[in-house]
């Protein structure tokens, strides 16, 4: 039997079909899982909307996660729509372009602010409204990177929001799981994604993870996505507050 077969889970940061967050979707759907997916803005609405078309019974609604009200909205229509939620899909990031270069001691307050608001307080705000919707148990989870623990050229602010976001997850998985849902984050290798635009060097970085990582490669979307789908279902149960690494062993040796 698939392993996810009658759980809802919701899939927040698709934005398109290179979206870690749409490899994730993948892997979900292929083992039974009941998908909701959320978009940031009219600006990416019909993409998504395209994309979930092609996974049968997934619904799409909107939510940027910088608005508590929207975020209010979409507990009480996935409440409506499908009353008990198992999971909980976090892959959302943002920092400006000029806060991802150069020096971090020149990091503007507006620009820490955002990417911390965005990037790390989201999972809180997210997590405060949908665990009271895990009635059956859940599993939350979401993205960060090696740059959390170390000073990575021009990953700067990013990397500070990363080591909150990461702290996050031990303190989200310490107040839900007497509740048992689980809360873990998946450090990935850098991936050439829209995110990952914005990171200047950032090919640079891929060939030093192909010439240094144990399995002499980068990581890839699915990768990440076949791992999602473990920490989604019950073969994971006994891990949270974990961050686990899908990198091709990098972290180990760079
Ligand atoms: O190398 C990489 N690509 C890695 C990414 C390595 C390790 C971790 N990650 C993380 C990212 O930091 C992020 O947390 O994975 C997560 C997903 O990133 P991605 O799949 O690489 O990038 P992308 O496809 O751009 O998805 C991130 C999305 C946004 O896309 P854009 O590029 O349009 O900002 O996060 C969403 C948005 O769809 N997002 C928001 N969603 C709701 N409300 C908001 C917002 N305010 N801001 C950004």
């Not at 889970?9 to 292929?30: E, H, K, P, T």
């Not at 608005?67 to 009353?83: F, N, R, W, Y």
């Not at 990935?188 to 640079?204: D, H, Y």
């Not at 240094?212 to 279902?233: C, H, I, N, W, Y």
Request: glycine share 8%; proline share 3%; with cysteine.
């Amino acid at each position: 039997e698939p392993l996810l077969n009658g759980k809802n889970i919701l899939v927040m940061g698709v934005a398109n079909d290179r979206s870690i967050a749409w490899a994730i979707a993948q892997s979900l759907a292929g083992q039974g899982a009941r998908l909701i997916f959320t978009y940031e803005n009219e600006r990416v609405e019909e993409r998504v909307k395209k994309l979930a078309d092609t996974i049968p019974g997934s619904t799409v609604l909107p939510c940027n996660v910088t608005v508590d009200e929207e975020i209010d909205t979409l507990s009480a229509l996935v409440k409506e729509s499908c009353g008990v939620l198992h999971g909980l899909v976090h892959s959302i990031a943002f920092a400006k372009t000029e806060e991802l270069e150069g020096m971090y001691v020149d990091t503007s307050r507006a620009g820490f602010a955002l990417a911390h608001d965005i990037s790390a307080y989201s999972l809180v705000a997210v997590a405060q409204r949908m665990h009271p919707l895990m009635t059956e148990g859940g599993s939350i989870m979401t993205m960060t990177y090696l740059g959390a623990e170390r000073a990575m050229k021009n990953y700067n602010v990013m990397g500070v929001a990363k080591a909150a976001l990461e702290a996050s997850v031990r303190y989200l998985a310490a107040d839900l799981g007497p509740s048992n849902i689980r809360v873990n984050a998946i450090s990935a290798g850098p991936i050439r994604t829209l995110a990952a635009k914005g990171i200047s060097g950032f090919n640079t970085i891929l060939k030093q993870v192909e010439e240094k990582a144990p399995l002499r490669r980068t990581t890839e979307q699915a990768e990440v996505g076949d791992t999602a789908m473990f920490l989604m279902s019950h073969l994971s149960r006994g891990i949270t507050g974990e961050v686990i690494y899908v990198d091709n062993g990098y972290n180990i040796v760079g």
